[in-house]
Nanobody, 127 residues
Framework: QVQLVESGGGSVQAGGSLRLSCAAS????????MAWFRQAPGKEREGVAR???????SYADSVKGRFTISQDTAKNILYLQLNSLKPEDTAMYYC?????????????????????WGQGTQVTVSS
């Protein structure tokens, strides 16, 4: 069973930076989609960024130009670099992953179609 373990969250002031990591174990799909989601108190979980096995990335409009998703395929680690943080970025951040069928595109995978999730790491941004 795939295991995803996030780390790197913390408390920063607005304008600061953090780097989140997600270590994946027993993840052996040749085609896959990995993503970061976030959920603020009282709000629905929302997609932040995603990346597939080819390195193709996509971002939510709210984080474009500030967040960068990347991966170290040799170490099976997914990263999310968070720059120019805003108080509205405060949330629990989750890593998610799934294999992709040959006809599937990472960008079109819905939240409920990810079946591997980490436990989350908290990001708090103060003004």
């Amino acid at each position: 069973q795939v295991q995803l373990v996030e780390s790197g969250g913390g408390s920063v002031q607005a304008g600061g930076s953090l780097r989140l990591s997600c270590a994946a174990s027993r993840f052996s799909y040749s085609r896959y989609c990995m993503a970061w989601f976030r959920q603020a108190p009282g709000k629905e979980r929302e997609g932040v960024a995603r990346i597939d096995n080819s390195g193709t990335t996509s971002y939510a409009d709210s984080v474009k130009g500030r967040f960068t998703i990347s991966q170290d395929t040799a170490k099976n680690i997914l990263y999310l670099q968070l720059n120019s943080l805003k108080p509205e970025d405060t949330a629990m951040y989750y890593c998610a992953a799934r294999g992709l069928a040959w006809w599937s595109q990472c960008a079109s995978i819905g939240l409920r179609d990810f079946y591997n999730w980490g436990q989350g790491t908290q990001v708090t941004v103060s003004s």
